[in-house]
């Protein structure tokens, strides 16, 4: 028995976004993974190496400092440079695994839920790699401003602008059409799409936590164990990477539950699929034609 392909353009509740994002996680997690691989396997090669350098001394220094105040007057010494480093570039990473994600299942509903062929999704996913940075930086912005006025307004706007990304990949429209698009489509629906955007990062902290919790089990041996810590170690440096990669492959989970969401809100709002259905229907037959 052939199992049916998972439709993303559709109506669902709360249950059915979730259900139906971890159905396609289960149909297409081959084909994902190697997207992923291949297109953003370097990045995250390489966000997995500088964290693993640049986390060794800060720990380190902190775990001295316990025992060893003095040290502590030396501990904040250069880490500002080298944290700015790896946040751009863990940014920049999260940007390539979210906006891929998004194209990947962009194409897969416009090709019918049929999976996309990769380097169409590469070709997608570079033309809008530069409008991803921007739409990141711009909403990024707004939010923070507007949870420094007061958090209940942070939070509000928090919640459609998390759609922003996947609205550019689907629609391709400027920052202020995605901008009305977001408040128009979560209207009516904020507290489920907020709910989701919880679960998802509820999701994240619980799995990237087990994966490091090798590495902070170590951290904290070392800490109570250790005279003089030390965590320059191999058995540290293994699993503070290895963590790392692991954290990096289930970052997209978010992202998909969120893409279903939009699809969902789009069918609430616009009906796409029943006008469509009802155009394919009026489409005069090419036996007609004849």
Not at 115 to 139: C, M, Q, R
Not at 215 to 236: H, R
Not at 245 to 251: H, N, P, Q, R
Request: aromatic share 12%; net charge negative.
């Amino acid at each position: 028995m052939i199992e049916e392909r998972v439709k993303v353009n559709r109506k669902r509740d709360f249950s059915d976004v979730l259900n139906a994002s971890f159905g396609f996680i289960k149909q297409e997690y081959k084909s994902l993974f190697r997207m992923l691989f291949l297109y953003a396997g370097i990045p995250v090669l390489a966000v997995a190496i500088l964290n693993t350098i640049y986390v060794q001394n800060p720990l380190s220094e902190i775990l001295n400092s316990i025992t060893d105040p003095q040290s502590a007057q030396n501990m904040n010494s250069g880490m500002e440079g080298k944290a700015f480093l790896v946040n751009l570039i863990t940014n920049i990473v999260n940007i390539f695994l979210t906006g891929l994600t998004y194209c990947y299942i962009v194409l897969y509903t416009q090709n019918e839920s049929q999976t996309p062929d990769l380097k169409e999704v590469w070709h997608k996913f570079t033309s809008l790699f530069a409008p991803y940075i921007g739409y990141n930086i711009l909403s990024s912005i707004v939010i923070i401003l507007a949870f420094i006025a007061i958090i209940i307004p942070g939070i509000y706007v928090m919640v459609p602008l998390s759609f922003i990304l996947i609205i550019k990949t689907a629609e391709n429209e400027s920052f202020g059409e995605s901008w009305n698009r977001c408040f128009a489509l979560v209207k009516n629906h904020w507290w489920e799409s907020f709910g989701l955007i919880i679960i998802g990062a509820i999701l994240i902290m619980v799995i990237a936590g087990a994966l490091n919790l090798p590495a902070s089990s170590y951290v904290i041996a070392e800490g109570l164990l250790s005279q003089k810590p030390n965590i320059s170690t191999i058995p540290f440096v293994l699993t503070s990477f290895f963590s790392t990669i692991g954290t990096s492959i289930i970052t997209p989970i978010p992202s998909i539950i969120l893409a279903f969401q939009y699809y969902s809100l789009v069918e609430h709002k616009d009906n796409t699929s029943l006008l469509d259905r009802i155009e394919q229907i009026n489409k005069p037959s090419e036996s007609d034609d004849a």
